[in-house]
C-alpha cells in the first residue's frame, strides 16, 4: 500500500509562505487525485486543493489566489505552496489520494502550520 508522509510545516508569521510536501512511497501515477486537506481545532476536516492524474487543479475559495498545488511524478511527491497566509490558515494539514482502479483512500499523518497574528 502507498504510505503518504507530508513534511513542511512549522510557525510562520501573518503574510509569510509556507510549502507543503507530500511524499508518496510508490509512483504516484496510479493515484487519480491528489489532494490536500487541513483541521483547525475544534473544527472539521475540510478540502484545500486537488490535482488530478491530468492535471486539473480546484482550489477551495480560501485558498484560490493564494495557493498553489503542483506534483512531481520524478519524485513522487505533491506540493502547496502557502502565500500570503494569514492566521486562519493555521490547521494540521493532510495530504490525501484517491488510487486509480480500487478508489481507496489514502491519508498522510499531517503536518502542522501555525500562523501567527
Known amino acids: 500500500q502507498v504510505q503518504l508522509v507530508e513534511s513542511g510545516g512549522g510557525l510562520v508569521e501573518f503574510g509569510g509562505s509556507l510549502r507543503l510536501s507530500c511524499a508518496a512511497s510508490?509512483?504516484?501515477?496510479?493515484?487519480?487525485?491528489m489532494s490536500w486537506y487541513r483541521q483547525a481545532p475544534g473544527k472539521q476536516r475540510e478540502f484545500v486543493a486537488y490535482?488530478?492524474?491530468?492535471?486539473?487543479?480546484d482550489y477551495a475559495i480560501s485558498a484560490k489566489g493564494r495557493f498553489t498545488i503542483t506534483k512531481d511524478f520524478a519524485k513522487n511527491t505533491v506540493y502547496l505552496q502557502m502565500n500570503s497566509l494569514k492566521p486562519e490558515d493555521t490547521a494540521v494539514y493532510y495530504c490525501?489520494?484517491?488510487?486509480?482502479?480500487?478508489?481507496?483512500?489514502?491519508w498522510g499523518q499531517g503536518t502542522q502550520v501555525t500562523v501567527s497574528s
Open positions: 510508490e509512483s504516484i501515477s496510479g493515484i487519480i487525485v
Open positions: 490535482v488530478s492524474a491530468l492535471g486539473d487543479t
Open positions: 490525501q489520494g484517491i488510487v486509480s482502479g480500487t478508489s481507496e483512500v489514502l
